[in-house]
């Protein structure tokens, strides 16, 4: 099982960027594709982007796309969630969980971790 802590996120004005990190413990992260999933007050939770076990097969939303890029770094059982061009409609708490191999856009995991915020002003 993965557990995980979101770090990263705070106010920044339309235009900026934001790095977002994923610390997961447990000795089976390198096996776990990881994903970053949102959710903005009053809406559901949506997946955001995913990358695979060993770093490779980038995915990201299509609202998203061009803007975020999401990184790994198995060595330090850590996933990135580089965020550039913020727009206000980003706002929302970031967590990250596992993704389900055969779609990416599913968690795999039920348990979640606090999440962080990010706020975009515009």
């Known amino acids: 099982q993965v557990q995980v802590v979101e770090s990263g996120g705070g106010l920044v004005q339309a235009g900026g960027s934001l790095r977002l990190s994923c610390a997961a413990s447990g000795r089976t992260f390198s096996s776990y594709s990881m994903g970053w999933f949102r959710q903005a007050p009053g809406k559901e939770r949506e997946f955001v982007a995913a990358i695979g076990w060993a770093g490779g097969n980038p995915y990201y939303a299509d609202s998203v796309k061009g803007r975020f890029t999401i990184s790994r770094d198995n060595a330090k059982n850590t996933v990135y969630l580089q965020m550039n061009s913020l727009k206000p409609e980003d706002t929302a708490v970031y967590y990250c969980?596992?993704?389900?191999?055969?779609?990416?856009?599913?968690?795999?995991?039920?348990?979640w971790g606090q999440g962080t915020q990010v706020t975009v002003s515009s």
């Open positions: 969980n596992a993704v389900q191999n055969g779609d990416f856009e599913l968690p795999a995991l039920s348990s």
